[in-house]
């Protein structure tokens, strides 16, 4: 299924798009049974990958992906090029950069109050821009 937006910068002849340049392929959807979860900042991860071999990792966290039986942190890990999910059952120990608060135990259950911590927070600032840009329209027409 292609969204709307793959036509956005197409030509339309007998009913099929024709692209007008080269673009990006669409952004799969989450597969069946997983969400997603805006998250935003920069932590410092002690890893076990799968050998078992553990790391020290940054990322930029992008999101939290909760699926059937696992969750993962998605973000940018520079030291390894690019976007990396990281299985949080997996993450030993986590260090949020800004703050310096540093956990080894109830990892996944900080992440996610964080994560509807920053939900909130934007759907307020969201709504407070909203109030003030009514407030505006209706004084310029008083």
Same mark, same amino acid.
């Given at each position: 299924?292609?969204?709307?937006? +793959? ?13 007008? %340049?080269? &673009? ?17 900042? *920069? ?30 942190? %998605? ?8 976007? *990396? ?16 608060? *540093?956990?080894?135990? %109830? ?7 964080? &994560? ?15 109030? +003030?840009?009514?407030?505006? +329209?209706?004084?310029?027409? +008083?």
């Amino acid at each position: 299924m292609t969204s709307m937006n +793959a036509h956005a910068f197409s030509r339309f002849h007998g009913g099929r798009p024709e692209p007008l %340049g080269e &673009a990006a392929p669409p952004v799969p959807a989450p597969a069946p049974g997983w969400s997603l979860m805006p998250l935003s900042g *920069r932590f410092e991860l002690v890893y076990e990958d799968g050998q078992g071999v553990w790391s020290r990792r940054t990322v930029e966290a992008r999101e939290l992906k909760l699926g059937p039986g696992r969750t993962l942190l %998605g973000g940018i890990d520079p030291g390894r090029g690019g976007y *990396r999910g990281f299985r949080t059952d997996r993450i030993r120990r986590l260090t949020d950069a800004a703050t310096g608060e *540093r956990l080894e135990g %109830g990892i996944l259950d900080w992440l996610m109050a964080r &994560a509807e911590a920053q939900r909130r927070a934007d759907a307020a600032r969201i709504r407070r821009n909203a109030r +003030a840009r009514r407030r505006a +329209a209706l004084a310029e027409v +008083a």
